[in-house]
């Protein structure tokens, strides 16, 4: 059985980054976006498409979020949908959006010994990379759980550097 994804965020850089987990037919991706012509791009490509957050949340085993800043990333985790309250101990969310310490550290604490495995993973190498699947990522996070989704990074970056 493949591994679920749930891809938050199909912009310039997620739709690129979603169609690679999706063409490696390795895993069951499943995208979300607010903006309709980014589902209709991924949809075009073969990817399955779920307009309720909540919903691609609660069907996946690991959440991907890439949203354009800080703002973005607390309306999902915190805001109306909350993501932060469908996670658990099984669930694994890898955050590759443009964040900022402050909305990392939030983060961290709201989420707190209720979830294990998150992953800071931010990403450089633009548009181009991200088509190409040679992106750069810095991973921060747990050893254990970086070693579980080292092959989906490896899809999506030809530099992983994890951060200690």
Same mark, same amino acid.
């Given at each position: 059985? &493949?591994? =679920?994804? #749930?891809? *938050?965020?199909?912009?310039?850089?997620?739709?690129?980054?979603?169609?690679?987990?999706?063409?490696?037919?390795?895993?069951?991706?499943?995208?979300?976006?607010?903006?309709?012509?980014?589902?209709?791009?991924? &949809?075009? =490509?073969? #990817?399955? *498409?779920?307009?309720?957050l909540e919903d691609l949340i609660n069907r996946v085993d690991i959440i991907i979020t890439c949203l354009p800043g800080p703002k973005q990333i607390t309306d999902v985790a915190f805001g109306k949908k909350k993501i932060i309250n469908s996670l658990n101990k099984k669930k694994i969310w890898i955050d590759c959006s443009t964040n900022s310490i402050g909305c990392f550290n939030k983060i961290k604490k709201k989420i707190g010994k209720r979830i294990v495995n998150f992953i800071d993973a931010p990403i450089s190498g633009g548009n181009v990379k991200a088509k190409t699947g040679k992106l750069s990522i810095f991973v921060g996070g747990k050893k254990n759980t970086f070693n579980k989704v080292k092959t989906i990074l490896n899809l999506l970056g030809k530099n992983i550097y994890i951060l200690e």
């Open positions: 059985m &493949k591994t =679920k994804v #749930g891809f *938050i965020g199909l912009g310039n850089m997620g739709l690129p980054m979603a169609l690679n987990l999706l063409k490696s037919n390795k895993l069951n991706v499943i995208g979300h976006d607010i903006n309709i012509n980014f589902q209709k791009k991924f &949809k075009s =490509k073969g #990817g399955k *498409i779920l307009d309720s």
